[in-house]
């Protein structure tokens, strides 16, 4: 074989190895590192919407999220209001609110998924993502609140309703408030505010 038609063999066959490696590369599953990133954070969960449809949380990438504990019959519960304000005030600059009733306290979310999106959407004007009735602390903890209250600096037990976690675009946990904490409280809005900017 002349040097010339061993030069010619010897790129095409570089040339099909690399379209090979093309292909595999475009086939390819994600990098176990970028599996382990998603699995440190809230995204990684599915979970019941208050109609009953699973919703992938990994579909609020990008967002910054607050995530409440809410019930219907507590002192608390007029804190919805400021919770549409804060969502209505912010959804288009990339902000979302998930809210989690449960009837882990005092008995104070005692009715059935319909009937909580009724008194949301009638008293409340509720218009932020409803999940579907939970628990939030004890053996049946839902696997999202496991996660959010095994968060080292923001561990613990969730207190009573409307605890809250703010969670940056990446999905992680950046800030847990008590009850007492408001949605139109300073301390908040300037961290969401500051998240969003970022």
């Known amino acids: ?8 063999a010897l ?3 570089l040339g099909l190895a690399s ?11 994600p990098a176990e590192g970028a599996k382990a990133t998603m699995d440190n954070t809230v995204l990684q969960f599915s979970m019941k919407l208050n109609d009953g449809k699973e919703k992938n949380l990994a579909d609020y990438k990008g967002k910054v999220l ?3 504990n809410t019930a219907s019959e507590c002192g608390f519960t007029p804190q919805y209001k400021g919770l549409e304000e804060l969502y209505k005030k912010y959804k288009d600059k990339g902000f979302a609110i998930l809210a989690f ?9 005692p009715g059935t998924d319909a009937q909580i999106k009724e008194f949301c959407t009638l ?3 509720v218009t932020f993502p409803l999940f579907a009735k939970t628990s939030v602390k004890g053996a049946d903890i839902n696997p999202l609140y496991k996660f959010l209250t095994t968060q080292a600096g923001f561990d613990g037990d969730i207190s009573w309703n409307f605890n809250k976690f703010l969670v940056d675009r990446s999905g992680k946990v950046v800030a847990r408030y008590d009850s007492k904490v408001t949605p139109e409280s300073e301390t908040l809005v300037k ?3 500051t998240l969003l900017a970022q």
């Open 11 to 13: 790129a095409l066959t």
């Open 1 to 8: 074989m002349s040097n010339l038609k061993m030069v010619m």
């Open 101 to 109: 009733p449960a009837n882990n306290f005092g008995a104070q979310e």
């Open 191 to 193: 961290e969401v505010e």
């Open 19 to 29: 379209g090979l490696s093309q292909v595999r590369a475009q086939g390819a599953k």
């Open 66 to 68: 607050l995530i409440v």
């Open 123 to 125: 008293k409340y004007k």
